[in-house]
Structure formats: C-alpha cells, structure tokens
C-alpha cells in the first residue's frame, strides 16, 4: 500500500505541471532524479523549453551533478526513441543545456543582477565577497564602531552595562541583525521618539536612588517596630532589600542603582504570611504599602529608561550595518545574503523584470 502511494506521488510531482510543488525528504531518496524527471517532461510534453527553465540547487557540486543527470536522461532517450517529433525535442534540449540555468541560489541571483544592474541598483561589475572576506569586513567594521562608542564618555554606555549588555553581546546581536537585514525595517518600530538628554538620565538615576534609600529608611523603622519569624516571606524580601541597598551606598556606582531597581521591579511584593505579623497587623500593612510604592514608581521609571536603552541599541546597531555596506560599496562588494535580497526587491518591484522571466 505504501510503495503504491510512494509511485503515485512520484508520477504526480514529474507529471503535475500546472502546480507549484514543495516537496520534502531525506537524503539519498531521490529529490534530484524527481527533479531531472519533471524537467525532462516539461521540455518532451512541450511544456517549455530547456533554455526557459531554471532548475535551482544549493550547491555548486549540486548544480554540476544535475546537469550531467539531465545530459545523461536527454542522451539515453534520444538513442532509444522512435518518435521522430520527439527526438527533435530532444536535440533542442541537448543543444539548449549549456546555456539552460541549472545553478545554485547565488548564481541565479547574480546573473539575474548583472542582466539587470540599473533595474537593480547595482554596480555591474560587483564582486561576490566570500564567508571569509565578509568576516574580514565585519570584524573590521565592529571595532572601529565599539572603539568609537566606548571610548567617548557617555551615559547611555554607563546603561548598557547596568542591562548587562556588553561589547560581546552589543557584537553578536549587530551581526544577527545585519544577517537578516532584510526583515529589520521591523525594528523601526522599536525605536522611540523620546530618547533620554544626558540630564534627564542623570535624574532618573538620582530619582531611583532617593527612592530605594527612602525605602530601605522606611522598612527599617517599620522592623524596628515589630519584626515576625525568622521563616517570613516578607521579612527575608525585606532583609533581601536593605543589604543590595547598603552594597549600594558602600560599593556601588551610580548605574548600579538600575540592578537594584531591576531587583526592586522583579517580583510583587506578596501577601502571604499575613498571620505571621498578627500581633502588629498595621507593621505589616505598612511594609506591604512601601514595598508596593516603591515597586510601581521603580516600574515607571524603568519603563522610560528602558525605551531609551532600546531605542540607543537599535540606532547603535544601525551604525555598525551602515558601517558594513560602506566598506561593502567600496571595494563594489555583495555579498550572498545581497544577492538574495535585492534579486527579491528586483523582481517584487518590476513587473517587466518578472514578465520577461515568465
């Protein structure tokens, strides 16, 4: 039962020349000879011509293999058939299979891209950089913009590093990015208009620290007052508190009240154990009531300086793409991910581009 689905299937993927086919398998079950076997029946069915059909692949290996698989189907049936209108097609497709476009993604886009360098946008004499000379440009082009951003005092720097976000991390998420530039007009939407003056940061940072030291003042009198067991949620949360604020006071820099803040915003501030504070009910109130305040206008106060942290990361990592195409366009470079990406544009956009391929 399974092997007669299998052949019908198969029939239907080299016979069914009015639809698009995805077809999926593993390795070694022949995807390839399926493929020489739709072209064969398209160019034989007069369907199309072999110089009108392109047969992509991955690899340039991959490519190589399906032409001599295509020559070697062509040359087979036109030494066995008897059909005289047939074997005129056959010819055709023989003479039509060095110029026929049997290649790989790349190829297919370059070629496409030097035909049409003005539709395009291109240089028509670009190179293609390789892995290793996009690795050179990349390398390149990231330590010139992180010495240029982390030697000049700045604030927004002094944040990065309380997001623990580093030079490492501000590397590896640029590259992620500019891989698959082509979808990042959607980090647009993750900038914001209302970026932070050095000042304004300057005060919110003041703002977090008055309001943490406020607090910590205002838990230890509530303490002072009544303190339950040792086994309290509320009490150890509390205790938890006061230390990061005295670390802070004794150790810590001015970003560093951003990771005490981040602390403060992690978890609310909960109600259980309430019995554990029967004998004073109103101490526990009162806790409850500054943790909870303390944690909303921490909340608030994140929430602006962390669209700020965004936004700057976005316009940074813009930078460091911008900074890549410019070395890119100096020495007329595309690399594999521009092939595919202004190919794409090229053929969305132009509807005679796409009606001369059709």
């Not at 690795?135 to 590093?161: M, S, V």
């Not at 005490?260 to 909960?270: F, I, N, R, S």
């Not at 366009?329 to 092939?339: A, N, P, R, V």
């Amino acid at each position: 039962m399974q092997a007669t689905k299998d052949r019908k299937t198969r029939k239907e993927i080299i016979e069914e020349d009015d639809k698009c086919l995805l077809v999926e398998a593993s390795a070694g079950t022949g995807k390839t000879t399926l493929l020489v076997n739709r072209v064969f029946h398209l160019v034989t069915k007069k369907r199309a011509k072999l110089s009108k059909i392109a047969a992509i692949t991955f690899t340039e290996k991959a490519a190589g293999e399906l032409k001599i698989k295509l020559y070697q189907e062509i040359s087979s049936r036109l030494s066995t058939s008897s059909d005289e209108k047939e074997k005129e097609l056959l010819e055709e497709a023989l003479e039509d299979l060095e110029s026929c476009d049997v290649s790989t993604i790349h190829s297919f886009a370059a070629n496409l891209l030097r035909a049409r360098p003005i539709e395009s946008g291109v240089d028509p004499s670009f190179k293609i950089a390789d892995e290793n000379k996009m690795l050179f440009i990349k390398q390149e082009a990231a330590d010139n913009w992180l010495k240029e951003r982390f030697t000049a005092p700045n604030t927004t720097f002094g944040l990065y590093d309380a997001f623990n976000i580093n030079p490492d991390k501000m590397k590896m998420l640029a590259d992620l990015l500019y891989e698959h530039r082509d979808l990042t007009q959607g980090i647009q939407k993750l900038k914001s208009d209302d970026l932070l003056t050095d000042q304004a940061i300057e005060e919110f940072l003041k703002e977090a620290e008055n309001l943490c030291l406020n607090a910590a003042a205002q838990l230890r009198k509530v303490l002072a007052k009544f303190t339950p067991s040792e086994s309290d949620t509320s009490l150890k949360a509390i205790r938890a508190f006061i230390a990061l604020v005295d670390s802070f006071v004794q150790w810590g820099t001015k970003y560093d009240i951003i990771k005490l803040a981040l602390k403060v915003a992690e978890k609310e501030p909960a109600e259980r154990g309430k019995t554990n504070w029967s004998e004073a009910p109103r101490c526990f109130e009162e806790q409850l009531r500054i943790r909870r305040g303390l944690k909303n206008n921490i909340n608030k106060m994140l929430d602006k300086i962390k669209n700020h942290v965004q936004s700057s990361l976005v316009s940074d990592i813009e930078d460091y793409i911008a900074k890549v195409e410019d070395a890119k366009k100096k020495e007329g470079l595309l690399d594999f991910g521009d092939l595919l990406i202004k190919s794409r544009d090229l053929l969305q956009n132009n509807k005679e581009v796409r009606g001369a391929l059709q």
